[in-house]
């Protein structure tokens, strides 16, 4: 069970691209990140204001950084992220503000000519991947460990090929078999659903909290 939330979060991640391609036929790439960053924040704001008022400018600072860099280079401030849960909830609402600088391609009559179906995509990139997927991922991996959960992120480009198959159409090669069998075989070798496996016992009430 550790891991479910972790598999969940892959999954979402995984049918992000294929989202992003369907909505972007209808929006262009930076409005589209625009409303989805946007609304991730507000909805993540309630849990970030605590989070912000215990900071230091020094963590401050660190977090803006983090924050800013996790929509451009992703594996690094995940990484640093995972460090504390409440804080990413904070460092994607500090993300979120360079992108402010980009509201205005968003064109009132462009949106309001938006289909439903893309309202449903933009919702599930900025609620699921963005907002659930987060939190998901960063409770597997304070219950679980970085070690085992990060093998299933191995699992996010099946999950994308599938969901590209299945909602856009997309041809499946031989090829495109092949590495999804390969990227199976590996996670299998690798022992993550292997029965018996030690796992991590708890933190301790209190152990690696913060309070800068």
Do not use: K
């Amino acid at each position: 069970m550790n891991l479910a939330g972790g598999l969940l979060a892959v999954i979402m991640w995984g049918l992000a691209p294929v989202a992003t391609r369907a909505a972007v036929a209808h929006l262009a790439p930076l409005p589209l990140l625009v409303m989805r960053l946007c609304a991730a924040a507000l909805v993540l704001l309630p849990r970030a204001v605590p989070v912000f008022r215990r900071l230091t400018p020094r963590s401050a600072g660190r977090l803006a950084v983090a924050g800013a860099l996790g929509f451009i280079g992703y594996n690094l401030p995940v990484t640093v992220g995972l460090q504390w849960l409440p804080a990413t909830a904070a460092s994607t609402v500090v993300g979120t503000v360079p992108y402010l600088a980009f509201v205005w391609t968003l064109s009132a009559p462009r949106l309001a000519a938006l289909p439903p179906r893309v309202w449903g995509e933009l919702a599930f990139l900025a609620l699921g991947s963005t907002v659930a997927g987060m939190l998901l991922w960063n409770r597997a991996v304070l219950a679980a460990g970085s070690t085992r959960t990060s093998m299933l992120l191995f699992l996010e480009p099946v999950v994308s090929v599938l969901g590209a198959v299945a909602f856009l159409g997309e041809r499946l090669t031989a090829a495109t078999i092949a590495g999804g069998l390969l990227i199976l075989a590996g996670l299998g070798a690798a022992g993550v659903a292997r029965p018996g496996t030690p796992r991590p016992r708890p933190p301790r009430p209190g152990a690696g909290s913060r309070n800068d």
